[in-house]
């Protein structure tokens, strides 16, 4: 059959095929069809991820994760000159780290696996053995000076303890327990049930820390404070009422003491100053100035070499913004970010209340240290001697700080919509079914005729 002649005068390209129109001016696109369809998708799908059961568990367990391992190179890098020069080998504050980080880990796991009626159980003993420890430090042949602070117990050799370190984790952990079991029978609305004995027994740990002379431990201590008060619903005139009078009991301990006094006036320094008064900050200062985007390299700093004090300390954030630069520093900062947000997201979501006050205790502790920290490297806040959580050298800061985050991990578990995800996913292989589902399968062989498989 002859083809269909085309009408003169007509393009090839208006010939459509049957059933398709073009649509009218003016017409909406379809959805899914725009330039911005493949943002909306992406956006819908990292908004799902976000949402799932276990985001809080991966989040927790991955940052705290990667800022430890981060921290142990850092460690290495930032220590190993200071080492030499003390005659050692250059790994061995790694070494020491490493082995803090090893037996914390076995205690992160452990906390992750506790159920929370043990963590419960825990509070009291935990509590009275940190003061016991404490009371011991002030005892003169036991505890130990270092840099002026008297907060530290030898254990013999090279290993000290620091008890101050472990009373954080038993103030969250007995507070929590205490505003949990006063909350089940409705005395929180009362303030007198609401301020005592949380308040006192949070005075009494802070006046054994202060009597060592130890007053970043004691700021950090306060805020796990302010934050349980925060959490149990205080009011805001109690709120701000404590917080009044905490702020002139640290005026005071500030105006009385001189050293204290020469770390404020170094707030936002350029320059050494007389006397070198401001010497730690502005090398800081000049360690992440001097990094850059991207840094000089990992075991390149300068600053390291004798001229930045406590290096692989309280100071490790400025060598690491010398040696791995902006990106390196904004890495971390994105990490104690996440870590920040799971634990809220785990406060906020659980309907068990010592769960919310332990798991708020645990971020606010964790963040405050972090900010207050960085913030000394940074010039923007006084040096208070504090070390970055998970990422500096210590091992009495490392292990309380790698079991609070082990009770992160639990309570996020702990999760109905979590625990139902973490059960769909247990291994499928017959010896680890079910007693039920093995027993079928085996009826199911047992019917089929011989010599077959």
């Known amino acids: ?53 276990l985001t809080a568990y991966y989040l927790i367990l991955g940052s705290s994760l990667l800022i430890t391992v981060l921290g142990l190179v850092m460690v290495y890098s930032a220590s190993m000159i200071k080492a030499l020069q003390l005659g050692l080998g250059d790994a061995y504050f790694f070494k020491k780290q490493f082995l803090a980080a090893l037996i914390g880990a076995v205690l992160l796991l452990a906390a992750s696996r506790m159920p ?44 000290m303890l620091q008890p101050s370190e472990f009373g954080k984790l038993a103030l969250i952990l007995w507070g929590a327990d205490l505003l949990a079991r006063k909350g089940d029978k409705g005395l929180l609305s009362q303030w007198k049930h609401l301020l005592v004995p949380l308040v006192p027994v949070a005075f009494l740990l802070l006046g054994l820390i202060m009597l060592g002379g130890d007053m970043g431990t004691a700021m950090i201590l306060g805020a796990i404070l302010f934050g349980l008060l925060w959490l149990a619903g205080a009011p805001t005139r109690m709120f701000v009422g404590v917080l009044v009078f905490a702020g ?32 730690q900050a502005v090398h800081g200062i000049y360690a992440l100035a001097s990094g850059g985007w991207f840094g000089s390299g990992l075991g390149a700093s300068v600053e390291k070499w004798g001229q930045l004090p406590e290096a692989h300390t309280d100071f490790i954030f400025a060598i690491t913004g010398e040696e791995l630069g902006l990106a390196g520093t904004l890495s971390v900062l994105a990490l104690f970010a996440a870590l920040g ?102 009826r199911r062989v047992k019917k089929r005729p011989s010599g077959e498989r």
């Open 341 to 442: 947000y799971a634990g809220i997201r785990v406060a906020g979501r659980t309907e068990d209340s010592f769960v919310r006050y332990a798991a708020g205790g645990v971020t606010t502790w964790i963040t405050a240290q972090a900010v207050i920290n960085i913030g000394a490297v940074l010039g923007l806040l006084p040096i208070a001697g504090v070390p970055l959580p998970l990422f500096s050298y210590g091992g009495s800061a490392l292990l309380p700080t790698m079991f609070a985050v082990g009770l992160l991990i639990a309570f996020a578990r702990e999760e109905p919509a979590a625990r139902a995800a973490l059960a769909m996913r247990q291994p499928r292989s017959g010896w680890k079914r079910s007693g039920p589902i093995w027993k079928s399968m085996r």
């Open 1 to 53: 059959m002859p083809a269909k002649q085309m009408l003169p005068g007509r393009r090839p390209s208006a010939v459509r095929p049957k059933g398709r129109t073009r649509p009218a001016a003016g017409a909406k696109r379809p959805a899914g069809r725009g330039p911005l369809a493949g943002v909306r998708r992406t956006q819908q799908q990292v908004r799902k991820a976000w949402d799932r059961p």
């Open 248 to 279: 002139v009991i640290v005026a005071l301990l500030i105006k009385t003491s001189p050293h204290r006094m020469d770390r404020l006036s170094c707030l936002g320094a350029t320059e050494p100053g007389k006397n070198d008064l401001c010497w």
């Open 116 to 159: 929370v009626r043990l963590h419960r159980a825990l509070s009291y003993p935990v509590l009275a053995g940190t003061l016991f420890l404490m009371v011991l430090v002030q005892v003169p042949g036991i505890g130990v000076s270092i840099n002026g602070n008297q907060n530290w117990i030898s254990l013999g050799g090279p290993f």
